[in-house]
């Protein structure tokens, strides 16, 4: 199943910033609307981020 959250309190007209998990892989995604940067992080990372902002 995948997951995915938004961290509103960072996304503005400028870009997002958003998570997914994917195949057993954890992202942190930093989009500025005209490129995004895919990091890969921790499940635990993931999980507190989840928790957070899911």
Do not use: R
Request: with cysteine; hydrophobic share 30%.
């Amino acid at each position: 199943m995948e997951k995915w959250f938004n961290i509103q309190q960072l996304s503005n007209t400028y870009g997002s910033v958003s998570g997914h998990e994917e195949d057993g892989k954890y992202h942190l995604l930093l989009d500025d609307y005209s490129g995004c940067a895919k990091v890969e992080i921790t499940k635990e990372a993931f999980d507190e981020l989840f928790k957070q902002f899911g």
